[in-house]
T-cell receptor, first 112, second 113 residues
Framework: DAKTTQPPSMDCAEGRAANLPCNHS???????VYWYRQIHSQGPQYIIH???NNETNEMASLIITEDRKSSTLILPHATLRDTAVYYC?????????????FGGGTRLMVKP | KAGVTQTPRYLIKTRGQQVTLSCSPI?????VSWYQQTPGQGLQFLFE???????NKGNFPGRFSGRQFSNSRSEMNVSTLELGDSALYLC????????????FGAGSRLTVL
């Protein structure tokens, strides 16, 4: 699976959009981009995933560049409960298994 | 529906002892994977089970082992504990290997003294 690069930390004001970048310049054509987050003392939580089209669900939006070498997770109206470590992961989406390679993630601090 | 349940949530062991951790997946989920989280190494994949068979294994010594039962519940065992085994052990389940969404439990925090 391709490696990802994320900034170690970011701040965001409560109520504003949080834009979390991820670089995955070595991504392969059959690898998807996944985002998980981990709130303190809890297990990681799935947020969203995509291949090449932008995706949106009730939690967030995922914007993937046309060359697929980077992506941005957008939390449209960040709340204090969104304070967490956000992990960007790329992996092949087949039945090979559930081995996820987690990097260091981005620690997002939402401030009042 | 109930989430992924891990027991015990906290435990303390001494070096040389062994420990068994349990994971009950979401009902209907048949794939269970285990991860170790430490401050130094982050989240690392341990192994994955599906239909009572180990499908994948991470880069961990043989002291780390696991198994899955016919009801999809899984256990992992660490023998001859070392100080470096102190970690949060996380279990994740999904309907099948390679599913889009993994649901993680809250973890079992192991402290080795």
């Amino acid at each position: 699976d391709a490696k990802t690069t994320q900034p170690p930390s970011m701040d965001c004001a409560e109520g504003r959009a949080a834009n979390l970048p991820c670089n995955h310049s070595t991504i392969s054509g059959n690898e998807y981009v996944y985002w998980y987050r981990q709130i303190h003392s809890q297990g990681p939580q799935y947020i969203i995933h995509g291949l090449k089209n932008n995706e949106t669900n009730e939690m967030a939006s995922l914007i993937i560049t046309e060359d697929r070498k980077s992506s941005t997770l957008i939390l449209p109206h960040a709340t204090l409960r969104d304070t967490a470590v956000y992990y960007c992961i790329v992996r092949v989406n087949n039945n090979a298994g559930n081995m996820l390679t987690f990097g260091g993630g981005t620690r997002l601090m939402v401030k009042p | 529906k109930a989430g992924v349940t891990q027991t015990p949530r906290y435990l303390i062991k001494t070096r040389g002892q062994q420990v068994t951790l349990s994971c009950s997946p979401i009902s209907g989920h048949r794939s269970v994977s285990w991860y170790q989280q430490t401050p130094g190494q982050g989240l690392q994949f341990l192994f994955e089970y599906f239909s009572e068979t180990q499908r994948n294994k991470g880069n961990f010594p043989g002291r780390f082992s696991g198994r899955q039962f016919s009801n999809s519940r899984s256990e992992m065992n660490v023998s001859t504990l070392e100080l470096g085994d102190s970690a949060l052990y996380l279990c994740a389940s999904s309907y099948y290997p390679g599913a889009n969404v993994l649901t993680f439990g809250a973890g079992s925090r192991l402290t080795v003294l």
